[in-house]
């Protein structure tokens, strides 16, 4: 059997008139803010398609969803998703396991991980026990800490019978 990890990390600023999506979901930051990007900046999504892509050398999402392209204003991150798992398996490659970490200082994203790791893992085709959801602050330090974005590390385990 052959393994692949791969590793992803994003961040996007946080700016008003925006919604917040962060796996999947449209969540409600205490300051009305959301995640300013090309697509719907869904950090999380979008670094576990980094690391998906990246255990394949096969670039980074910027290839594929270029941001100076039209097609992709404000599109569905989740959608995006399914396309990368698309060229994931037609590569011959299955997915064992994603984990990820969410870093902002709010909202608290604890009640909603659950849900984030279901609407994952059904895009993923793999069960929501195969996804891991982490979120923590960054105890008030750096970009995310100071509340100016929020950032997202993930991880990609690849299998090839």
Known sequence: MDLRIGNGYDIHRLVPGRP???GGLRLEHPDG???????DADVLVHALMD?????????DIG??????????????????????????????WS?????????????????????????IAARLGVEPERVGVKATTNEQLGPTGREEGIACHAVALLQKP
């Open 63 to 92: 290839k594929y969803f270029p941001p100076d392209d039209p097609r992709w204003r404000g599109a569905d991150s989740l959608v995006l998703l399914e396309q990368v798992v698309g060229l994931v398996t037609e590569q011959g």
């Open 51 to 59: 690391a998906l892509l990246g255990a394949l050398s096969l670039g």
């Open 95 to 119: 997915i064992v396991n994603v984990d990820s970490v969410v870093v902002a200082e709010r909202p608290k994203l604890k009640p909603h991980i659950e849900a984030m790791r279901s609407a």
């Open 33 to 39: 803010l959301g995640l300013d990007g090309h697509s």
């Open 20 to 22: 917040l999506i962060l």
